[in-house]
């Protein structure tokens, strides 16, 4: 089985300013790692995803995330916000032997203040 | 229509009532999932279907009934709800054929019980 920790419920932020949000797992297998967003009123969206290789992985929308193996930790960096940024952010996790069962964490709102 | 869709966005019903969420995806993916999201609470995985069979039932309560005609539409029957089970209900389709692949998520339906 496997866990996923968002350790921070909230980040508020200032536009322009970078932004982490951190993201922890435990796993017993080899993992796949996503990094999904949650607009008001719309469905989770992939913003990117690690498999394999290069541990710096970039997405959608100037966001990126670093994999520690060491550390387990998947987490999701951006440089500098926009106030389009603000939503909900949830990092997930799947087992390799069973990519379609998805554990999420729950959630991290990043709301950016003009 | 594109990408996963889901009908209708919004539901009320009384607890006596029976109603059905629907789900089509347009995206030629072989599973599809239901999610319930709660406010304040993890996304919750309720049941997946790979080829059009059941493959994973998250002990969900059977006042929940989904139906998988084929691999482009799933349905979730609903009867005798609780008030707890007003949520976001979100659907889920992913092409389990490559490891790796994300799931691509539906807007949601906004369900109310009274």
Redesign the interface.
């Known amino acids: 089985a496997q866990s996923v920790t968002q350790l921070d419920s909230q980040v508020p932020v200032f536009e322009e300013a970078p932004v982490e949000l951190r993201c922890n797992y435990s796993s017993s297998v080899s993992v ?1 790692l ?1 990094w ?1 967003v949650q607009y008001p ?6 913003l990117l ?1 690690y ?1 394999s290789g290069s541990t710096l992985v970039k997405g959608i929308n100037g966001f990126e995330a670093e994999f520690n193996k060491s550390q387990t930790s998947f987490h999701l960096r951006k440089p500098s916000v926009h106030i389009s940024d603000t939503a909900e952010y ?1 990092c997930a996790v ?1 087992p ?1 032997t069973n ?4 554990t ?4 991290t709102t990043l709301t950016v203040k003009p | 229509e594109t990408g ?1 869709t889901q009908t209708p966005r919004h539901l009320v019903m009384g607890m006596t009532n029976k109603k059905s969420l629907k789900c089509e995806q347009h995206l030629g993916h072989n ?1 599809m999932y239901w999610y319930k999201q709660s406010a304040k ?3 919750e ?1 309720m049941f ?1 279907y ?1 080829f059009k069979e059941q493959t ?1 039932n998250n002990s969900v309560p059977s006042r929940f009934s989904p139906e998988c005609p084929n691999s482009s539409h799933l349905f979730l029957h609903l009867h005798t709800l609780q008030p707890e089970d007003s949520a976001l209900y ?1 659907c ?1 389709s ?1 092409q ?1 054929r490559l ?10 339906t906004r369900l109310t019980v009274l």
Not at chain 1, 99 to 102: E, F, V
């Open positions: 796949y996503f999904y009123n719309q469905g989770l969206q992939l995803k498999l949830f799947s390799n990519a379609g069962k998805s999420f964490g729950d959630g | 996963v599973a609470k993890p996304l995985l997946v790979n994973e979100l889920a992913r389990s490891a790796g692949n994300e799931q691509f998520f539906g807007p949601g």
